[in-house]
C-alpha cells in the first residue's frame, strides 16, 4: 500500500523559511518522479516543484530562487525548503509521486500540509 506523509507545515512570517518533508512507503521510491504541488484557496492545484529520480529538476516560476527540492533515496523521503516566504505562497502543500508529466494528473498523493505565510 503506498502512503506518503507530508510535514512541516505552519505558520510562517514574510520572509521567513519552512521545510516540508515526504516520506514515502509502499513504493521503490529512488525509480519514482517526486513532486510538490498546491493549492491556495479558490485556485486549481499547480506545480511548484519536481525532482525526477534522474536529471534536473523543475520549478515553477514564482518560486525559483526561493525554494529548493531535493530528495534522499535512504530515506525514502524528499524535501522542500521554503525561504523568502511570501504571502502568496499560503496553500495546501501536497506531495506526489510517480507523475514524470509534471501535470498532477497521475501517480500518487499525500494528505496535504498547510502553509500560512502572514504577519
Known amino acids: 500500500q503506498v502512503q506518503l506523509v507530508e510535514s512541516g507545515g505552519g505558520l510562517a512570517q514574510p520572509g521567513g523559511s519552512l521545510r516540508l518533508s515526504c516520506s514515502a512507503s509502499?513504493?521503490?521510491?529512488?525509480?519514482?518522479?517526486m513532486a510538490w504541488y498546491r493549492q491556495a484557496p479558490g485556485k486549481q492545484r499547480e506545480l511548484v516543484a519536481g525532482?525526477?529520480?534522474?536529471?534536473?529538476?523543475v520549478y515553477v516560476e514564482s518560486v525559483k530562487d526561493r525554494f529548493t527540492i531535493s530528495r534522499d533515496n535512504a530515506k525514502n523521503t524528499v524535501y522542500l525548503q521554503m525561504t523568502s516566504l511570501k504571502p502568496e505562497d499560503t496553500a495546501v502543500y501536497y506531495c506526489?509521486?510517480?507523475?514524470?508529466?509534471?501535470?498532477?494528473?497521475?501517480?500518487?498523493w499525500g494528505q496535504g500540509t498547510q502553509v500560512t505565510v502572514s504577519s
Open positions: 506526489n509521486a510517480g507523475d514524470s508529466t509534471w501535470s498532477g494528473k497521475y501517480g500518487y
Open positions: 509502499g513504493v521503490t521510491f529512488r525509480y519514482l518522479d
Open positions: 525532482i525526477p529520480s534522474r536529471g534536473v529538476t
